[in-house]
């Protein structure tokens, strides 16, 4: 909200002068979006047919505690300004940190030989890297980032790693890509309840989770193989990168090879 203005939530409850038939017309209403949102203030509510993650399973993620621990993993969406770069540690399918940086690090304009070169200090991203694995105790070879983009200048610096390349072939041939099977697992374990957010999370960085979540939509015709929808479409639906839900999803790499 602008300086000097603050949203006040109110439900429906909250309406000391309403009509009690009209809380109950909307206990039993089948909408399940208007119910979502005129009964429980869920106006982030979605529901379409082409969500491949319930609203309810979403909010499942805050809750699941009985989630069992496990192997510990790092995955990561690279970036450097503009959009956001996110790393997240793993216990298990247990996210136990999430960090999310803005402009982590800012190309600067030197001159090199009399000509000005464009440099990009990569450090700052790196020693997160090296700040959480020695935290947590991950191994390089449980850790993956995206290697397209900006990702594929980090290459060196962290050897051992999985560079992941999301548009080449996917494990299976149903799906358009390996990005497209990499969500559709992630939409597979969020549904099945066996996923748990087991850390802090700020009001600005859960709410662009869960509409992040959201705009996870199939995009296929019949026959086709399976898509999701494109990057630049999600975007245009929130504003910005689905930075959160790329790094979420990268972890499923290793539910789909390792089996963990």
Same mark, same amino acid.
């Given at each position: 909200m602008p300086d000097g203005i603050v949203f006040i939530p109110a439900l429906v409850q909250d309406n000391p002068f309403i009509d009690p038939s009209y809380i109950e017309n909307l206990e039993n209403i089948s909408d399940k979006v208007k119910k979502q949102r005129l009964l429980y203030g869920n106006f982030d509510y979605d529901d379409s047919d082409d969500a491949l993650i319930t609203f309810d399973k979403i909010n499942d993620l805050f809750y699941n505690t009985f989630v069992e621990p496990g192997e510990m993993f790092i995955s990561s969406d690279i970036a450097i300004t503009n959009d956001s $770069?996110?790393?997240?540690?793993?216990? *298990?399918?247990?996210?136990?940190?999430?960090?999310?940086?803005?402009?982590?690090?800012?190309?600067? =304009?030197?001159?090199?030989?009399?000509?000005?070169?464009?440099?990009?200090? /990569?450090?700052?991203?790196?020693? =997160? $890297?090296?700040?959480?694995?020695? !935290?947590?105790?991950?191994?390089?070879?449980?850790?993956?980032?995206?290697?397209? *983009?900006?990702? !594929?200048?980090?290459? =060196?610096?962290?050897?051992?790693?999985?560079?992941?390349?999301?548009?080449?072939?996917?494990?299976?041939?149903?799906?358009f890509n390996l990005k497209a099977e990499l969500f559709y697992k992630l939409a597979e374990v969020i549904n099945s309840n066996k996923m748990f957010i087991d850390c802090y999370l700020s009001p600005e960085i859960k709410e662009r989770l869960i509409s992040e979540l959201q705009t996870i939509k199939? !995009?296929?015709?019949? *026959? =086709? @193989?399976? @898509?999701?929808?494109? !990057?630049?479409?999600?975007? @245009? +639906?929130?504003?910005?990168?689905?930075?959160?839900?790329?790094?979420?999803?990268?972890?499923? +790499? $290793?539910? +789909?090879?390792? /089996?963990?």
């Amino acid at each position: 909200m602008p300086d000097g203005i603050v949203f006040i939530p109110a439900l429906v409850q909250d309406n000391p002068f309403i009509d009690p038939s009209y809380i109950e017309n909307l206990e039993n209403i089948s909408d399940k979006v208007k119910k979502q949102r005129l009964l429980y203030g869920n106006f982030d509510y979605d529901d379409s047919d082409d969500a491949l993650i319930t609203f309810d399973k979403i909010n499942d993620l805050f809750y699941n505690t009985f989630v069992e621990p496990g192997e510990m993993f790092i995955s990561s969406d690279i970036a450097i300004t503009n959009d956001s $770069f996110v790393v997240i540690v793993w216990d *298990g399918l247990r996210i136990k940190e999430l960090v999310s940086l803005k402009n982590a690090s800012k190309p600067v =304009e030197t001159m090199v030989n009399g000509v000005t070169t464009t440099i990009v200090d /990569y450090t700052p991203l790196i020693n =997160e $890297f090296e700040r959480l694995s020695v !935290k947590w105790k991950v191994p390089r070879s449980n850790i993956v980032f995206d290697a397209d *983009g900006i990702g !594929k200048n980090v290459k =060196e610096y962290l050897s051992g790693a999985v560079p992941l390349h999301t548009g080449i072939k996917a494990i299976h041939p149903e799906y358009f890509n390996l990005k497209a099977e990499l969500f559709y697992k992630l939409a597979e374990v969020i549904n099945s309840n066996k996923m748990f957010i087991d850390c802090y999370l700020s009001p600005e960085i859960k709410e662009r989770l869960i509409s992040e979540l959201q705009t996870i939509k199939r !995009k296929s015709d019949v *026959g =086709e @193989k399976l @898509k999701i929808l494109p !990057k630049a479409d999600v975007k @245009k +639906l929130i504003g910005h990168s689905p930075d959160i839900t790329d790094a979420i999803a990268y972890r499923m +790499l $290793f539910v +789909l090879t390792r /089996y963990k």
